[in-house]
């Protein structure tokens, strides 16, 4: 079922407690000459340098970063909205200004060769340093240009960067001289907008170049096209009339307009024709327009209407038989046959026109017919022509947008057209005092730090020297015996005395040490369970000599689950709740390197229940520790249930018989919960008697 270990006799040393500031303190005043003298040192040798120290002065330019293209002089697809500058473009404006072909001018304009601040090879180099050259101690002078020699110097000195967010660039240039760093930063701000603005013209005349051999050959290309464009109309017949439209087709539309008036007019005359014959048969024929405006019949119902005045005179004397009545009868009868004849005269003349206007009609429809055979047979010919007409559009708008950059990038070639994007709003003066070396703040930051590496020095030999017994305090060796509401089973164990205590034998220790030791886990730290049966203090003694000899060999923490007295301060519980730091509650048992960390005690808490929180706080153990052992003092069934399966092996503190029911349960429990490896230890009276 397991294996037994014997336990042997092993000592406890007491703890350790933190050094106060009362003690701090103390050993300051007794040791003041270890404050004072580098204190003093580091004044006397601060004040030095800053005297004897070469002075450096910055000098600082500050450009902006816009665009200075005004409306009047940005071309046309540019003046809907200003370019846009981001963060990446100033960092490579920056970039821009860092360049060595700009660093190079600046050079030659500020004559740094010759400088001996600069130029390392103006001054004849010294034996001493000629000889640790030929060592490789020392660096070579540099060959080739004198430009280049100088340019780790000015780099050096220079400094290029981008003002927080805006678009503000600032050059600052360090030198031992106060006019030239201001100098030479003006310098610099100068040639980059001087190279900016050249740029641009470069820019331009490349353009011009391009475009205007560009234009010659597609102004050939556009007279070709026009050429072939109206070869084809004059071929084809397409030669082009009024109303930008074909001659065959302005004929047809000729037509079809005189069509359109024929057919009006001979449906007018069919109308007007038929309209008199309604009257004439109705007898009104003077309500026919055309009957009523002829003079001829206008006298003759002028004589009709005198005569039937004579006959209606005549009438009142005379008989119907009367001869006279019968003259003026037939007189007026030949009247009304004379109007009649020029209605019907009327009505053959609108009858005849209708006719002409119908003959005209169908001329009309059959030359439209022929017409439209013409205008349908030419659509092919036209299709092409629009074909070869767009052609020699596009080829002229081509021209036509040539011509326009052209001429911009002519007008854009000339001095001053094209300003750099960007303009000086700040210019470098002469510094009046130093960079370098700050006098006040380099003192006094020496000697504070000489004043606390001192005093740190002192805390360190104090902490190293004292005697590790010298401040005990309470700890596991004297903390009370746990009273527990039952007794145990077997005789209760004794309290522990300030004696020797029992603990693992060096030989059984060790067993227990390589049996642990096999488990690999991947990606964290070995795992330990502790618990026991009967009285408390055997799992801690067993725990207590486990972590102690795994902290020989790498980094060990001992984490205790449970307390059998009251809790002394934040532990494991507070972690777990998130009431304390890791700081708080790990603390380092004095004569080893072992770390501990206490139960602790938050009320209504069970760590049972705290599945998530364990985890998190074993997982981050093992990214530290190479061993943590967890300590159970009473064996709680739900908490080796909880930890058994997430530890790499778990080990029962026991003195009762391996048949005992209590240890085989408890084991067992062990295994059903996933524990890998089960070990039960025996203190060595327990195993000898056993073996008896």
């Given amino acids: 079922m397991s294996q037994s270990l014997r336990t042997g006799p092993g000592p406890m040393p007491p703890a350790d407690t933190p050094v106060t500031l009362a003690q701090i303190l ?32 910055t000098a600082e330019s500050k450009l902006i970063l816009e665009a200075r293209d005004g409306f009047y002089t940005r071309p046309d697809k540019e003046r809907a909205s200003d370019p846009l500058i981001d963060d990446q473009a100033v960092a490579s404006q920056v970039q821009v200004i860092m360049s060595r072909d700009l ?41 080739g240009r004198p430009e280049d ?73 556009v007279a070709e096209a026009e050429a072939k464009v109206e070869v084809y109309r004059s071929r084809s017949g397409l030669l ?56 001829l019949i206008r006298r003759l119902i002028e004589q009709r209407v005198s005569l039937r005045a004579q006959l209606a005179l005549e009438s009142r004397t005379l008989m119907p038989a009367h001869p006279r009545i019968k003259e003026l009868n037939a007189q007026l009868g030949d009247l009304e046959g004379q109007i009649r004849g020029a209605a019907e005269r009327t009505v053959r003349t609108l009858e005849n026109d209708a006719r002409i206007a119908g003959a005209r009609l169908e001329s009309l429809q059959a030359a439209v017919d022929v017409q439209k055979k013409v205008v349908a047979g030419a659509n092919e010919s036209e299709v092409q022509l629009r074909a070869l007409e767009r052609e020699a559009r596009a080829q002229r708008e081509q021209l036509e947008s040539y011509l326009v950059r052209y001429r911009e990038a002519v007008a854009r070639d000339a001095e001053h057209a094209a300003p750099a994007d960007a303009r000086i709003v700040s210019r470098a003066i002469a510094p009046q005092t130093p960079s370098f070396p700050k006098k006040v703040p380099t003192i006094v930051l020496t000697v504070l730090a ?19 017994g010298a401040r005990p305090r309470t700890d596991d060796a004297s903390a009370e015996p746990e009273t527990e509401s039952a007794p145990d089973p077997l005789p209760p164990s004794p309290p522990p005395s300030p004696g020797p205590k029992p603990g693992m034998a060096g030989g059984a220790l060790s067993a227990l040490v390589d049996r642990l030791g096999r488990a690999q886990p991947q990606g964290r730290g070995r795992r330990v369970l502790v618990t026991g049966l009967e009285s408390p203090w055997r799992a801690r003694r067993l725990a207590m000599d486990l972590g102690r000899a795994v902290a020989t060999g790498g980094q060990a923490i001992l984490v205790r689950l449970d307390e059998p007295g009251p809790a002394k301060g934040p532990g494991f519980a507070e972690l777990v709740c998130g009431d304390a730091t890791f700081l708080d509650v790990i603390a380092r048992e004095p004569r080893s390197t072992l770390h501990l960390v206490e139960a602790g005690s938050v009320e209504g808490l069970s760590l049972a229940e705290e599945e998530d929180g364990i985890e998190i706080a074993l997982a981050a153990f093992d990214q530290t520790y190479d061993w943590v052992v967890v300590l159970c003092h009473k064996p709680d069934a739900s908490l080796v249930e909880l930890l058994a399966g997430r530890v790499d092996g778990v080990v029962i503190a026991s003195g009762e018989e391996p048949t005992s029911e209590r240890l085989v349960d408890l084991y067992e429990l062990a295994k059903g919960a996933g524990a890998r490896d089960v070990i039960v230890a025996r203190e060595p009276a327990q195993a000898q008697a056993a073996a008896a």
Avoid at 118 to 127: Q, Y
Avoid at 270 to 286: C, N
């Fill in 26 to 57: 103390s050993a300051v005043r007794r040791r003041w000459l270890w404050v004072a003298v580098p204190t003093v040192l580091g004044l006397m040798g601060s004040a030095a340098f800053v005297t004897v120290a070469k002075p450096r002065y």
């Fill in 450 to 468: 000489m004043l606390l590496l001192s005093i740190g020095a002192i805390v360190a030999r104090e902490l190293l020297t004292m005697p590790p």
């Fill in 240 to 295: 082009m009339g009024s109303a930008n439209s074909t001659v065959p087709a302005q004929h047809l539309s000729d037509l079809n307009s005189q069509l359109a008036a024929a057919r009006t007019s001979q449906a007018d005359a069919q109308a007007k024709a038929a309209l008199i014959r309604d009257l004439i048969r109705g007898g009104r024929l003077f309500e026919i327009p055309d009957v009523a405006n002829n003079e």
């Fill in 103 to 143: 660093a190079r001018e600046a050079i030659q304009r500020l004559g740094l060769v010759g400088n001996p601040d600069f130029d390392p090879a103006s001054a004849e180099p010294g034996l001493g340093r000629r000889v640790l050259a030929m060592l490789g101690v020392a660096k070579a002078l540099p060959e």
């Fill in 149 to 221: 020699r100088v340019l780790e110097k000015y780099y050096d000195n220079l400094s290029v960067y981008a003002v927080g967010k805006s678009r503000i660039v600032s050059v600052e240039f360090r030198s031992g001289e106060a006019e030239l760093s201001a100098r030479a930063a003006n310098i610099v701000a100068e040639l980059y907008l001087d190279r900016q603005e050249a740029a641009k013209k470069d820019t331009a005349r490349s353009a011009s170049a391009w475009l205007g051999t560009s234009i010659e050959s597609l102004r050939a290309r």
